[in-house]
T-cell receptor
């Protein structure tokens, strides 16, 4: 059974810092790995999707990497801004398109 | 991008009553939709997979008679919480899978259910 873990659970950084969020998964037989953002009381916004055959994806200040063999993914946020404050969720998708979510990292970027 | 809506966004109901939540894909047809629930400060837990024209597939531990799912069309899935109890109070989120592509799912804005 797939289990997804995210470290750290919470993170507080000053504006402008570069930061890394970590995600690990137990079953390497994934279809893809996705990163989402969730603002309080809201739904999910898709940030990046990495196919199982890919190593990384980039969008603006965000870069996500995937290492299937070690069961790890990282989300790198460059030059963080207060607007980046949210909960970041990673999720592993299996071959039946089911997403298994990690518990999230709550990020606070201080002005 | 693809848009998924949910209705209502918030609902308060009394114990013992039933409440229906709708999930619609607005600009694409979704043969598969998923229902999740999220408790405060916790992650999303998959409840069931809803396939158009067939019975939903429930995850282990989810009571199918309590959480009725109907996927009657390619753009609409409904979740009915029957005989609601206060412990059913939660944030319910649906997603719809784009049929072709890389397996993208687009999420609705969620429904906050409070059972009093």
């Amino acid at each position: 059974k797939q289990e997804v873990t995210q470290i750290p659970a919470a993170l507080s950084v000053p504006e402008g810092e570069n930061l890394v969020l970590n995600c690990s998964f137990t079953d390497s037989a994934i279809y893809n790995l996705q990163w989402f953002r969730q603002d309080p009381g809201k739904g999910l916004t898709s940030l990046l999707l990495i196919q199982s055959s890919q190593r990384e994806q980039t969008s603006g200040r965000l870069n996500a990497s995937l290492d299937k063999s070690s069961g790890r993914s990282t989300l790198y946020i460059a030059a963080s801004q207060p607007g980046d404050s949210a909960t970041y969720l990673c999720a592993a998708m299996d071959s039946s398109y089911k997403l298994i979510f990690g518990s999230g990292t709550r990020l606070l970027v201080r002005p | 991008g693809a848009v998924v809506s949910q209705h209502p966004s918030r609902v308060i109901c009394k114990s013992g009553t039933s409440v229906k939540i709708e999930c619609r894909s607005l600009d694409f047809q979704a043969t598969t939709m998923f229902w999740y629930r999220q408790f405060p400060k916790q992650s999303l837990m998959l409840m069931a997979t809803s396939n158009e024209g067939s019975k939903a597939t429930y995850e282990q531990g989810v009571e199918k008679d309590k959480f009725l799912i109907n996927h009657a069309s390619l753009t609409l899935s409904t979740l009915t919480v029957t005989s609601a109890h206060p412990e059913d109070s939660s944030f319910y989120i649906c997603s719809a899978r784009v049929p072709a592509g890389r397996g993208e799912q687009y999420f609705g804005p969620g429904t906050r259910l409070t059972v009093t």
